[in-house]
T-cell receptor
Framework: GAGVSQSPSNKVTEKGKDVELRCDPI?????LYWYRQSLGQGLEFLIY????????KSGLPSDRFSAERTGGSVSTLTIQRTQQEDSAVYLC?????????????FGPGTRLTVL | GDSVTQMEGPVTLSEEAFLTINCTYT??????LFWYVQYPGEGLQLLLK?????DKGSNKGFEATYRKETTSFHLEKGSVQVSDSAVYFC?????????????FGTGTRLQVTL
């Protein structure tokens, strides 16, 4: 597609429920990243995929968070047993291989609210 | 580890004023440096980048020069407009031109008034 897309744009859930957030990167981009943006913590890195493997998942805050990527394209971030502190905007980005691999292009984000 | 420090906001300027937003960094190796902008209600957009010392990134009248000796990447614009009102984030990629995570500063909100 023309840009990184994310769905849903907004998600309201109750504490303890599981949620899935989806990211569709720019076509042909092999690297995919998840970040979250919250008032207290700013912009934090969560996990990075190169193809379908995750060389760096150092930012996942707990084992309630997991992510997968299939077919080298779409990625899903899953949060189990959501807590109120998980409320944030979850951002996905992608970058290409070859030239300009360090430039990441961001999607519009998914705003997650945990009640 | 890598870190980015940028000036606290908000920064309030009158239209046509000169803008500087300071950014300094700590990193091992030779990072690439970025400024991203987030307009109200929108996602992060790449504003400009520089990949090596003394490189100048520029876009839409904004400029920033990669200064290795002072580990800085200050954002400047000669004459701001109301439409420049947004949050500006300085960031680095420690992967030396390869794919790796971005480390962001806390963001600086710019408000431009008529």
């Amino acid at each position: 597609g023309a840009g990184v897309s994310q769905s849903p744009s907004n998600k309201v859930t109750e504490k303890g429920k599981d949620v899935e957030l989806r990211c569709d990167p720019i076509s042909g981009h092999t690297a995919l990243y998840w970040y979250r943006q919250s008032l207290g913590q700013g912009l934090e890195f969560l996990i990075y995929f190169q193809g379908n493997s995750a060389p760096d998942k150092s930012g996942l805050p707990s084992d309630r968070f997991s992510a997968e990527r299939t077919g080298g394209s779409v990625s899903t971030l899953t949060i189990q047993r959501t807590q109120q502190e998980d409320s944030a905007v979850y951002l996905c980005a992608s970058s290409k291989t070859g030239v300009d691999t360090d430039t990441q292009y961001f999607g519009p984000g998914t705003r997650l609210t945990v009640l | 580890g890598d870190s980015v420090t940028q000036m606290e906001g908000p920064v309030t300027l009158s239209e046509e004023a000169f803008l500087t937003i300071n950014c300094t960094y700590t990193a091992t190796g030779y990072p690439s440096l970025f400024w991203y902008v987030q307009y109200p209600g929108e996602g992060l957009q790449l504003l400009l980048k520089a990949t090596k010392a003394d490189d100048k990134g520029s876009n839409k009248g904004f400029e920033a020069t990669y200064r290795k000796e002072t580990t800085s990447f200050h954002l400047e614009k000669g004459s701001v407009q109301v439409s420049d009102s947004a949050v500006y984030f300085c960031a680095l990629n420690g992967g030396t031109g390869t794919a790796s995570k971005l480390t962001f500063g806390t963001g600086t909100r710019l408000q431009v008034t008529l």
